[in-house]
């Protein structure tokens, strides 16, 4: 089964150009599952002989384990795509993870910054230096274009349409998508781009010219952004949860209370699904009622 589970995730990344992170889980939930087997049945197990009732084992294990309902749902995805590419290569003749049932979702609304919280932290990193320039211009693009952290360290310099305002953006699965950006973004752009400068071997080596560069003049990683938020929302007293998904749950939102329709929101975050976008109707609801509670004299 570990070799099927190998020419499994080598046909994600060559053939589907499923993304490093997208790979990453696949084999942990894949090799989690074989390693359960393993320990459970005490022999390597064949990817034909698997049953529901085996993979069901898997579910109550990750159910006692206190494992997070999405994550459970996940795992299950992984096993159900998984199953179907091996009865494609002629590996297994069923599916035995078609039957489960992924566990009901808890639907959390997520964390968002007000209008003014968003303010205070696009103002937070300083103006006097290229790593402020290179902060500010980072947040101020997240926010303007709602993109995923993802999509912002992948940014090279031939996305960007300055006198447009707008970027080519690479989303999951590495669909693209026109964004737009806004005056601020674009002028935060701007001046960190007459700053910064780039690693000379990188352009050697013909790579693409990134935006957004750490400090040896090379592309940025989203554990650097993650990072770099952290020391931000810490100098501005904000939710310690926020995270770089934070600015792009809070750009949806905001669209949404401003009078947006959610089709186009959908289509500016780059869902597939409508129903991945329709959470945020939720949050601009909540907001709508907080508000309405506070300010009508008969509300409560």
């Not at 589907?16 to 997208?22: I, K």
């Amino acid at each position: 089964m570990r070799r099927a589970v190998g020419q499994f995730l080598r046909y994600l990344a060559t053939e589907r150009n499923a993304s490093e992170l997208t790979t990453k889980a696949y084999r942990e939930d894949l090799l989690g599952l074989v390693d359960w087997l393993e320990n459970t049945h005490g022999a390597p197990p064949k990817v034909d002989q698997l049953t529901p009732q085996d993979l069901r084992g898997f579910q109550a294990a990750l159910q006692q384990a206190d494992y997070a309902r999405s994550t459970i749902s996940r795992k299950l995805a992984s096993m159900r795509s998984f199953y179907k590419f091996a009865q494609r290569q002629g590996l297994a003749t069923s599916n035995p993870a078609k039957p489960l049932r992924n566990p009901r979702r808890q639907r959390k609304l997520p964390l968002v910054l007000s209008n003014s919280e968003m303010g205070k932290l696009l103002q937070t990193p300083p103006g006097g230096n290229v790593a402020g320039l290179r902060d500010r211009a980072i947040l101020e693009t997240m926010y303007s274009a709602g993109l995923r952290v993802s999509e912002l360290v992948g940014l090279c310099d031939g996305d960007l349409d300055t006198a447009e305002q707008i970027i080519m953006v690479r989303g999951k699965g590495r669909k693209e998508r026109i964004a737009p950006l806004g005056s601020f973004a674009i002028r935060a752009i701007d001046r960190y781009r007459s700053l910064r400068v780039h690693d000379p071997s990188e352009a050697a080596n013909g790579v693409a010219a990134a935006v957004f560069l750490n400090r040896f003049g090379r592309r940025l990683t989203t554990r650097s952004v993650g990072r770099m938020l952290e020391k931000h929302i810490a100098a501005a007293g904000l939710d310690s949860r926020t995270s770089p998904h934070t600015l792009r749950h809070s750009f949806a939102t905001h669209l949404l209370d401003r009078g947006a329709d959610i089709r186009s929101v959908q289509e500016l975050l780059g869902h597939k699904s409508l129903a991945t976008t329709q959470i945020y109707t939720h949050v601009s609801t909540a907001n709508l009622r907080a508000i309405y509670e506070t300010a009508h004299p008969r509300a409560k």
